[in-house]
């Protein structure tokens, strides 16, 4: 194989694992605005399962990126790619989006069991 056909396996191959980032952080997003539908019906046990589906989803992403750089960091050569980067792009937007969700889960629990106190105190407020 020559070395432009090298080069063209090798986009071939950064554009496929891109596709499976994308893929995995895109069902990630998914499952965290169904988290967010559950969370607004105060479905929080729901809420969580789905969290922790897409915490998978992501962990799946995050290890096809991790295998190219630590490919990359040990030698091999990959040629620039622009799906590759808009894959990382999708991952990280995705993670932040599951740590809002994940933070709004909390505080809406506390909330939530506040008004239980309440509610058992008869409506008084400290």
Known sequence: MNEQEQKQQKRKEMSLI????????GD???????ALEKMAQMDFEGAE?????ADE??????????????????????PNC???NHSQDTLM?????????????MILRSFAGRLDELNKEGGKCR
């Open 28 to 34: 990630a997003k998914l499952l965290v605005d169904r």
């Open 82 to 84: 622009l799906l590759f």
């Open 49 to 53: 399962k789905l969290l922790e589906q």
């Open 18 to 25: 891109a596709m499976e980032i994308i893929l995995h952080a």
């Open 57 to 78: 989803e992501m962990l799946k992403a995050h290890n096809c990126q991790t295998d190219i750089i630590q490919d990359e960091a040990s030698g091999s050569e990959y």
């Open 93 to 105: 937007s995705c993670m932040s989006h599951f740590s809002m969700a994940k933070s709004l889960l």
